[in-house]
């Protein structure tokens, strides 16, 4: 019924709130979201523990599946905008990354368009992976519309589900664990109501993880390489997949990540990334570490090179203590390193939208944490910048609730709870992890908000530049 609710709503920025004269905007769906989080975690509390395996399975699987088809009403992301116009310059042969939305040289193009003039940064060329364009012009083959978007990214989704079900059997964990990314709001949201690549990526990474508990070393690295080519921050978890014993298979990453990039690296291939470097130095978003520091360093550029700086230094000590075949604490598993690794990035990353969570959620079913749970929560309160109240400072609105939510993701990211080692047979409050042969039974596991165009996303404008 939430979700049912929520899919309703249509736009986020719409479902404002009014109490005794303050108008909280998006107030009565940060409310649902509130309701779908609670449901979330008393599903899991009163999950029947007796049922047989494959009813449990079954019992996660399709709460999951009606909770996405009642989102999918929901109006998408305005970066779907994005995702239909950069397919379809791949399917008539334009290379995205050379031309940006506002290319005077597109004006043809753009001219009947539903969705060019909703795109945000339109003076921006493309910035995501050229797999992930390619992908997109193959699924508008089907439909130029944003609900073949919605439904590819819920089967995506739905995937990882499955894949983190296989994770938690193998572990001989309860598959009710699962709950925590099968119905998490942020996830629901995120894949089902707005569409966003991110589901993509997710699913990769787990199925990678899932072939490195087969050891399956070829098949694991040609779908982290898939990983990679659908969000560069998933190059991050790559070093905890790799030990001695699979170092030989490392090349059967090469062909996934480096073959997409062969039809767009004709002239000025360095372009690829020209969208990426000026996101990463020129924005800023919710930022936890990244917010402090640009205050204390009076900008954007020296607070994101600082932040840098600390994540490499922040990635040398996961190595160090999370690797796989170096830390007897981690029991020869990667998820602990790949959950360090999402977390550190979350940490210092200058822009953490809301969706950004999803990246580190599937490992909440495999090493819960309180904290980042709680996160999942309070991150809802970004929703309160999709639209300013009329006759006030948007500028201003954005600024304290961004104040809010930057400080609450500071204290929920940097949580020692989260993603630290388990001892074998020893885990969170009921979350049992028994031993197992073989060493296989533990676990260890930017821009001021401003409105956006349409008023449902906050992936579009107003960064701080």
Not at 193 to 222: N, S
Not at 238 to 256: C, K, M, T
Not at 292 to 309: D, E, K, N, Q
Request: charged share 15%; with cysteine.
């Amino acid at each position: 019924m939430l979700c049912a609710a929520a899919g309703q709503m249509r736009f986020i920025g719409a479902a404002s709130l009014s109490l005794f004269g303050w108008t909280l905007h998006s107030g009565r769906f940060i409310l649902v979201f509130a309701g779908l989080w609670a449901a979330c975690l008393a599903m899991l509390l009163f999950f029947p523990r007796k049922l047989p395996r494959r009813r449990r399975c079954w019992a996660v699987f399709i709460p999951a599946l009606a909770c996405r088809l009642f989102l999918l009403p929901l109006a998408p992301s305005d970066d779907v905008n994005r995702y239909l116009w950069e397919g379809r310059l791949v399917q008539v042969g334009i290379n995205p990354y050379h031309h940006a939305p506002d290319d005077p040289a597109l004006s043809d193009l753009a001219a009947g368009d539903p969705f060019h003039g909703r795109i945000n940064h339109p003076n921006i060329p493309a910035i995501y992976p050229p797999l992930m364009l390619m992908g997109v012009s193959a699924l508008i083959r089907l439909g130029y519309t944003p609900l073949v978007i919605k439904c590819a990214m819920m089967l995506f989704d739905l995937g990882a589900v499955l894949l983190l079900m296989g994770l938690l059997g193998r572990r001989r964990l309860d598959e009710r664990w699962a709950l925590l990314y099968a119905v998490n709001p942020v996830v629901l949201i995120a894949f089902a109501g707005q569409g966003h690549l991110d589901a993509v990526q997710v699913f990769f990474l787990l199925a990678a993880i899932r072939l490195y508990d087969r050891r399956r070393w070829g098949w694991m690295f040609f779908a982290a390489g898939l990983a990679v080519q659908v969000k560069y921050v998933a190059v991050l978890a790559l070093p905890f997949l790799v030990r001695r014993d699979n170092f030989r298979w490392l090349w059967a990453a090469a062909p996934a990540v480096l073959l997409p990039f062969l039809p767009f690296a004709g002239e000025e291939p360095e372009r690829i990334f020209e969208a990426l470097k000026v996101f990463g130095k020129q924005f800023a978003f919710n930022g936890s570490v990244h917010s402090l520091l640009r205050r204390l360093l009076g900008g954007i550029p020296p607070a994101t090179a600082v932040c840098h700086s600390l994540l490499a230094a922040s990635m040398l000590f996961g190595w160090l203590a999370f690797h796989p075949p170096r830390s007897r604490r981690c029991r020869n598993d990667p998820v602990s390193g790949c959950c360090y690794a999402m977390g550190a990035l979350l940490l210092f990353s200058p822009t953490v939208h809301f969706w950004y969570l999803a990246w580190i959620i599937p490992f909440l079913a495999l090493r819960p944490s309180a904290s980042w749970m709680l996160l999942c929560l309070t991150i809802s309160l970004v929703f309160m910048a999709v639209a300013p109240a009329p006759g006030r400072d948007p500028g201003r609105v954005a600024a304290v609730l961004a104040s809010l939510c930057r400080g609450s993701s500071a204290r929920h990211i940097a949580s020692p709870g989260a993603c630290r080692p388990s001892p074998p047979g020893i885990g969170i409050r009921g979350h049992s992890r028994p031993e197992r042969r073989g060493g296989r039974g533990g676990v260890c596991s930017g821009r001021p908000a401003g409105p956006t165009r349409h008023g449902g996303d906050l992936g579009g404008r107003g960064l701080d530049r």
